[in-house]
């Protein structure tokens, strides 16, 4: 598979910026049928924020399942709509009708968002978050229930414009 246009990657894999490779190798780990947002990304690595993992997807996410790593709002990637929901009709990503005519469906992160957990991709709802992610799994059950899915993880406040 090619890059996404736009990039540009000195020599191979080895020239990856550390946090490029623990980047990209979360990208891997999620299952088909699966997604976690850019700031899921970073919470789960406990480090930099969801644009920094954005960047990293920009520039070296060709290689890896990108279309599995989105935005907090579960709209699909400008520029790339039609390779994404051709990936997540293939894998069985859930998603959601967007309102108007000729619009993109958007991704169902209730039910497609994953955690970093063992549940397998098939089993519906969005896995509640385990000790594991390190940080605020209080909110385990809001995610798990569906209640509050555009609201809680990877949206951080604290990341200015």
């Not at 709209?75 to 998603?95: I, K, Q, S």
């Amino acid at each position: 598979m090619g890059r996404m246009s736009g990039e540009s990657t000195p020599g191979g894999p080895g020239d990856l910026p550390a946090y490029a490779e623990r980047v990209l190798a979360t990208a891997e780990l999620i299952p088909p049928g699966r997604v976690m947002t850019y700031g899921d990304v970073a919470e789960w690595l406990g480090e930099s924020g969801p644009r920094q993992v954005g960047r990293v997807m920009a520039l070296y996410g060709g290689a890896v399942p990108w279309w599995r790593v989105v935005r907090a709002d579960g709209v699909l990637l400008p520029g790339h709509e039609t390779r994404a929901l051709a990936h997540y009709r293939a894998e069985g990503t859930p998603l959601r009708q967007s309102g108007g005519s000729g619009r993109p469906p958007r991704i169902d992160l209730a039910a497609a968002r994953w955690d970093g957990g063992s549940t397998p991709a098939g089993e519906s709802g969005a896995a509640p978050r385990g000790p594991e992610r390190g940080r605020g799994s209080d909110t385990a059950d809001g995610a798990a229930n569906g209640a509050g899915a555009e609201t809680h993880i990877g949206q951080h406040p604290s990341s200015g414009p």
